[in-house]
């Protein structure tokens, strides 16, 4: 089942705006990543925050992770027709069973030009 | 520019025949895991394997699929006999998970075996 779900399901902003996603999940958590995929394409990792951490930034990518509320958020600043792409959450559970990542179904990201 | 590698890109093929899908993870990586990608259910983990051993393959429909990494080198996802309702895309990713640590680390994908059963 899914662990994490990204909100909203779609988002189409114009270039230079900001987009910003969320994401909730159910269980304790070791780490939560943010993914991109371009269409055809496989997953790329953007960003890794780990439980204990509420802020990470990277280049125009800044993510936060409430746990209390278990959600995290991504802001994509300056958007570029580049970063037209569907964004995943994932994460790894803190708990015992399998510890992959558990991924969510996508925020799909246009940016209009 | 390290890569995970996936063969066939894309497969056509009558439903009941045999499917085998190869991965070559980033060498150096010792956590190689398959996953299935579908519009309705998202990306779904169906097995993964760390230092060449299988850690969970309970995401896997075990009558018809079975995972193997015959060497550090090569992973391989088998289905026999395909089915219709195996359409859909499969990634391998691969990671390096140090000792001590679990395997939710930053993974690297392949552009997957776009895969269609007639």
């Known amino acids: 089942s899914q662990q994490g779900e990204e909100d909203p399901q779609a988002l189409s902003i114009q270039e230079g705006e900001n987009a910003t996603m969320n994401c909730s999940y159910k269980t304790s958590i070791n780490n939560l990543q943010w993914y991109r995929q371009n269409s055809g394409r496989g997953l790329v990792h953007l960003i890794l925050?780990?439980?204990?951490?509420r802020e990470k930034h990277s280049g125009r990518l800044r993510v936060t992770l409430d746990t209390s509320k278990k959600s995290s958020s991504l802001l994509i600043t300056a958007s570029r027709a580049a970063d037209t792409a569907s964004y995943f959450c994932a994460t790894g559970y803190s708990g015992g069973g399998a510890d992959g990542l558990t991924f969510g179904k996508g925020t799909h990201l246009i940016i209009q030009p | 520019d390290a890569r995970v590698t996936q063969t066939p890109r894309h497969k056509v093929t009558e439903m009941g025949q045999e499917v085998t899908m190869r991965c070559q993870p980033i060498?150096?990586?010792?956590?190689v895991f398959w996953y299935r990608q579908t519009m309705m259910q998202g990306l779904e983990l169906l097995a993964y394997f760390r230092n060449r051993a299988p850690l969970d393959d309970s995401g896997m429909p075990k009558d018809r699929f079975s995972a193997e990494m015959p060497d550090a080198t090569l992973a391989t996802l088998k289905i026999q006999p395909s089915e219709p309702r195996d359409s859909a895309v499969y990634f391998c990713?691969?990671?390096?998970?140090?000792?001590?640590?679990?395997?939710?680390?930053?993974?690297?994908f392949g552009d997957g075996t776009r895969l269609s059963i007639l």
């Open positions: 060498l150096g990586h010792n956590t």
């Open positions: 925050i780990r439980s204990n951490e």
């Open positions: 990713a691969s990671g390096l998970t140090r000792d001590g640590e679990k395997s939710n680390q930053p993974q690297h």
